[in-house]
Nanobody, 126 residues
Framework: QVQLVESGGGLVQAGGSLRLSCAAS????????MGWFRQAPGKERVFVAG????????YHADSVKGRFTISRDNAKNTVYLQMNSLTPEDTAVYYC???????????????????WGQGTQVTVSS
């Protein structure tokens, strides 16, 4: 069983930055591909960014490309989401997720992920 705990959310002004962290309670995080999703009020949860097991591959949704960066530190069992140039449209609960695959791939669909964190709130004021 994998437990994921997100942190780093909060209230920030438009144009500001936040870095989310996701700590995983696993022996070896490098066996899991990781992703970030978000759910805005009244909307469905959507993919934000994903990173492969090794960290060699990553993918960001068009809505955040160039502003957000996913990264991972397998030695620390932690995944990060650096968020810059935030806008009110980025306001959402952000979820960290993990998927167990033998391939070094990036997963972008919710159904591909096996474990989820509880989420952390990000609020961007205008």
């Amino acid at each position: 069983q994998v437990q994921l705990v997100e942190s780093g959310g909060g209230l920030v002004q438009a144009g500001g930055s936040l870095r989310l962290s996701c700590a995983a309670s696993v022996r070896t995080l490098s066996t899991y591909g990781m992703g970030w999703f978000r759910q805005a009020p009244g909307k469905e949860r959507v993919f934000v960014a994903g990173i492969s097991r090794s960290g060699g591959r990553s993918y960001h949704a068009d809505s955040v490309k160039g502003r957000f960066t996913i990264s991972r530190d397998n030695a620390k069992n932690t995944v990060y989401l650096q968020m810059n140039s935030l806008t009110p449209e980025d306001t959402a609960v952000y979820y960290c997720a993990a998927h167990y695959r033998s391939l070094d791939i990036v997963a972008m669909a919710e159904y591909e992920y096996d474990y989820w964190g509880q989420g952390t709130q990000v609020t961007v004021s205008s």
